[in-house]
């Protein structure tokens, strides 16, 4: 299962800015602890990542197991996702975090941190949905300075 979606949280960016964006880089099975902590933001609206306004803040989920052969993908994600706004970057679960199970595998990347900046780690197999939520609502509510911006 690799999945691409993003979700606006309509309602919940500032006045004078664009709403928040949750972008979901869903790489196995923790994908759908993910959509369960969806639950939890009623006003998220599904858009295609491609259609979110410049300046949209997002938080990016890597979720799952990252092979060396998706690296570049995620990779040109996140960096696509810099390029036209502030990112966080969230590693969610064991197996984006570090491997997971399957670490010693040829073909695992041992945590999407050897290829993209991680600015969250979510640790378990899976992370509860409310980990998540947390996080979510963490970066809500920080200062729009608090994200990293695009290089």
């Known amino acids: ?14 006045a004078d800015g ?28 599904p858009v295609p990542v491609g259609e979110l306004p410049p300046g949209t803040p997002r ?4 979720s799952g197991t990252v092979t060396d052969r998706l690296a570049p993908a995620v990779q040109a994600v996140v960096e696509a996702c810099a390029a036209v706004g502030p990112v966080t970057v969230a590693a969610f679960g064991a197996c984006a975090s ?9 073909a695992v990347t041992n945590g999407i941190d050897q290829v993209v900046g ?20 963490e970066l ?12």
Do not use: K
């Not at 991680?118 to 609502?137: R, S």
């Open 1 to 14: 299962m690799t999945t691409l979606r993003a979700w606006r949280l309509t309602g919940r960016g500032p």
């Open 140 to 151: 809500l509510a920080e200062p729009r300075d608090a994200v990293r911006e695009a290089s």
């Open 59 to 62: 938080l990016v989920v890597i």
């Open 118 to 137: 991680v600015d969250v780690y979510l640790p378990g197999c899976p992370p509860p949905p409310d980990a998540l939520v947390t996080v979510v609502e």
């Open 18 to 45: 664009p709403d928040p964006a949750l972008v979901d880089v869903g790489l196995a099975c923790c994908t759908l602890e993910f959509e369960a902590a969806l639950a939890a933001f009623p006003e998220a609206v």
């Open 98 to 106: 570090s491997g997971g199970p399957y670490w010693d595998s040829y």
